[in-house]
């Protein structure tokens, strides 16, 4: 699973002090143990005949389930069924059916079998039901928004802008509430769907299709196989209009499932998918282990996306056009990390929750491996330097394990520790063990538990098997502990015995022991030295030189997951610019001189040597901290933004010049401007109209409406918030609902940029904008996923809303001829009062 992380909310002060995240604080012996779920049954074989009553947003359904005792004998068979109804239950022989007993309350179905059974000794049950979702109590979280495991979207057609659809989500254990199972990950099963959908719709599922049946009144039946086991939470059904869009690796049909609107996009934004199952087959040593790959979006999607096998279904942001797609495919990271699970959680899954590392962690880094791969190590590093920051910089996570034995809800694992923390350990180890151990490490964790469960133990053993090191210190500090090193340093010169002294100071209250990269600069040149930091609060070595050096720069080649305090002078940061290869410190070294530009000279020089780095986003950066309304820093480095600005080969780029240039208001520019607005990109398009309104806002109605902000990067959106907020661009309000709906957490982060986003959804409320008013309820009930059961914040949230209401009845009173679309906004805000409580 890739989840969903609604940045602006995330990156507030609110939510880190608030602990967005919080674990419940237990102590000796009352200490919580989550235990993997006790075998008492093995699932063999799961058969579904499904239909859709689309008006109740309810499945008809019978199923088959293959089973044996797991080892110890039992006459019971004991199912997850959350709110449904169940009909009949009985045991099949040969297509004979004898009813059986059962009992069924609080969503669990206790089936009393006609004898006792030995292990491995099967029997079919076979069960008719209803599944009503919506009557389903389980709650969303943080990850994953809802939990009622089907999901029926505009189901009766009511809006005219929503296809409808039907799509599943089994993560964590959702899939009882479609079909009764053991919903436990450490359960595995073959299986096979019928499903009955209008002609009109097309279907997937995990596996192949294996046959399609016209049926009487303009129906059709569709028969999925899977043949080989895989955990009841990546069980999929997906049905809808849509094109698919067919393409292969070697001889496995690889299918775009995508909404007709989008067919013509298809292929650039999926279309690397073939060569990602042909670039991990190859660094895993394992070829791709299923029979098809196919991929769909939905439409309110709780999540990122999810690896269901063979399956993979995408929220709806997958879905980009020309304008998007040129700037980059914002999704590709996620279609890699989907991809990956194929391997680590769907061909090897996680024995538990408390173990979702092995599944998780891994999907985290396949977006590395995959960006080093095609794109290049300072990719690479931008991708995982962003991930790990976002784990940094919340302190609520500084406490929670890797492996996580302890937490309150199985939802909570779900988080920067599992994914973006988890994603940097396994680099770390990628780095100590070296790529051939490492990969050879995955390769045997792959085989030998190939279509099984295992944990992080299993995992180490893998390693160690392959590499001949005791790992153990290793996975003790990061997959079975907590916190990262926190560190200062400094270092002296010895004249005498010509040596510089380096103390690395860690300050957490549990020292690390690590390996670490240490560049000693003399005449500005580094010198490499790798160490070894013992688990003590200092640590001191010594490197011969010839003179005091002129810089020392800890953790050099990017590698330790750390939280360093570094201070350097201006003229230090030019030094390791222009001294490393490694995109970390040279970004660093950018970010380092934040505060001094236009101060010192040295700065400028920086700024001028990033402006001509190989890596874009390096470019971005110094574009980001430049000044040109400062004469000087114009002087020594507006002729170059200017060329960037037109010619870089990159439209990120060439739009951040676009903007570093209109910090001039000079009408010189203009031209690049004027071009920039009819560009296809949309970050040059945005960036330019943002630049002619700084130098003529007379024509910000004229232009407010030039950009498609649907979909749009979340700063290309922040870009043109002012300029639609205070024209009042209606065509455009839906679109910046996002920073509408949060502007109580903006502000405290962007005071300016929070009173716009305040303005903005003052002016959504008292507007009859039925698309508007729907997009901030939508993403205010993300965020009550993401928040949990924080008092404060729901609070707020709550007067935000109770003020919308307010603002719309007025509005109703004021234009009683427009009832009916104001009544509707009024419902939803409504409902999401009501979900707030």
Do not use: C
């Amino acid at each position: 699973m890739k989840k969903i992380i609604l940045s602006i909310a995330l990156l507030s002060g609110i939510f880190f002090s608030s602990n967005v995240f919080a674990q419940t604080e237990t102590s000796g012996r009352e200490k919580v143990y989550r235990a993997t779920h006790a075998k008492v049954t093995e699932l063999k074989h799961t058969k579904l005949k499904v239909n859709f009553d689309y008006q109740k947003e309810q499945m008809n359904g019978e199923e088959w389930l293959t089973a044996s005792p797991y080892f110890y004998p039992t006459n019971e068979l004991t199912l997850d069924a959350k709110a449904m109804l169940i009909h009949e239950v009985a045991l099949d022989v040969n297509g004979k059916k004898s009813p059986l007993k059962y009992d069924y309350k609080d969503d669990i179905l206790k089936i009393t079998l006609d004898k006792t059974y030995q292990k491995n000794q099967d029997y079919t049950v076979y069960i008719k039901y209803t599944a009503r979702p919506n009557e389903v109590k389980q709650q969303g979280s943080a990850a994953i928004n809802d939990a009622k495991g089907l999901y029926f979207i505009n189901a009766q057609g009511k809006d005219p802008d929503m296809p409808t659809q039907l799509w599943t989500q089994g993560e964590t254990e959702s899939s009882s509430a479609w079909f009764p199972t053991i919903d436990k990950p450490n359960q595995k099963t073959t299986q096979e769907i019928y499903m009955t959908v209008p002609d009109k719709y097309v279907t997937l599922s995990n596996g192949v299709l294996k046959n399609s049946q016209k049926e009487a009144n303009g129906l059709r039946t569709d028969h999925w196989v899977m043949d080989k086991r895989h955990s009841t939470y990546l069980f999929f059904m997906g049905v809808g209009e849509y094109a698919i869009v067919k393409d292969k690796w070697k001889n496995i049909p690889v299918d775009y499932y995508i909404e007709k609107e989008y067919e013509p996009y298809a292929k650039q934004i999926y279309g690397n998918t073939p060569e990602m199952i042909e670039f991990f087959s190859k660094k895993l040593g394992y070829d791709y282990p299923w029979a098809k790959y196919a991929q769909i979006s939905g439409r309110d999607y709780v999540s990122g996306a999810m690896e269901n096998t063979t399956a993979t279904l995408h929220g709806s942001d997958i879905l980009q056009k020309s304008g998007q797609l040129i700037d980059e495919n914002k999704w590709e990271d996620t279609i890699a990390h989907e991809l990956f699970h194929h391997w680590f959680g769907d061909l090897v899954t996680a024995e538990s929750w408390s173990n979702l590392t092995v599944n998780e962690s891994f999907a985290n880094y396949s977006e590395y491996l995959w960006n080093e791969y095609k794109y290049g190590k300072d990719q690479a590093d931008y991708h995982q330097m962003e991930d790990v920051n976002m784990y940094i910089h919340n302190p609520s996570d500084f406490k929670k394990n890797l492996v996580r034995f302890g937490y309150d809800s199985r939802e909570d694992v779900f988080d920067l520790v599992t994914y973006q923390k988890g994603g940097g350990i396994l680099h770390m180890l990628r780095n100590y063990l070296g790529d051939d151990a490492f990969f050879a490490g995955m390769n045997d964790y792959l085989k030998t538990y190939e279509y099984q469960n295992a944990e992080a133990h299993q995992l180490r053993l893998s390693f160690e098997k392959v590499s001949g090191k005791d790992l153990n210190w290793f996975f003790n500090q990061w997959f079975f502990g907590s916190g990262n090193p926190k560190i200062n340093y400094s270092y002296t010169f010895e004249p005498v015995k010509k040596q510089v002294s380096v103390t690395i100071n860690q300050t957490q209250e549990l020292p690390f022991e690590f390996p670490l990269a240490i560049d000693v600069y003399e005449n500005g040149k580094p010198k490499r030295y790798n160490v070894w930091v013992n688990a003590q609060t200092a640590n001191t070595f010594n490197f011969d030189v010839s003179k005091n050096a002129d810089l020392v720069n800890i953790n050099s080649d990017g590698v330790l997951l750390a939280d360093i305090t570094d201070s350097k002078t201006p003229e230090q940061y030019l030094m390791q610019f222009t001294g490393s290869k490694e995109f970390k410190s040279r970004y660093n070294a950018l970010k380092g001189i934040k505060e001094q530009v236009g101060k010192n000279p040295a700065t400028t020089k920086l700024l001028a040597a990033a402006l001509k780095d190989p890596f874009f986003r390096v470019r971005m950066k110094a574009l980001e901290l430049m000044d040109l309304s400062n004469a000087e820093q114009l002087k020594t480095l507006g002729s170059e933004v200017e060329k960037l600005a037109s010619n870089d080969p990159k439209t990120l780029v060439q739009a951040a010049a676009i903007s570093a240039l209109a910090k001039t208001k000079d009408k010189k520019y203009l031209p690049i401007f004027e071009k920039g607005v009819n560009a296809v990109s949309n970050s040059v398009k945005g960036n330019s109209v943002g630049a002619i309104l700084a130098i003529d806002p007379s024509k910000a109605n004229s232009l407010g409406d030039k950009i498609d902000l649907e979909g749009a990067s979340e700063s290309l959106v922040e870009q043109m918030l002012p300029i639609v907020v205070k024209n009042k661009v209606t065509s455009q309000m839906p679109h910046i609902a996002q920073f509408a709906a949060f502007y109580p957490f903006i502000k405290f982060q962007n005071p300016e940029l929070g009173k716009v986003s305040e303005e903005g959804y003052n002016w959504i409320m008292s507007s009859d904008n039925l698309k508007a008013t729907e997009s901030v309820t939508k993403i205010l009930g993300h965020a009550k996923g993401q928040m949990g059961d924080n008092p404060q914040v729901k609070m707020m949230i709550s007067q935000m809303l109770k003020d919308g209401l307010s603002k719309k009845m007025n509005l109703l009173k004021q234009n009683p001829q427009n009832a009916e679309s104001i009544n509707k906004q009024v419902d939803l805000i409504n409902k999401a009062i009501e979900n707030f409580k």
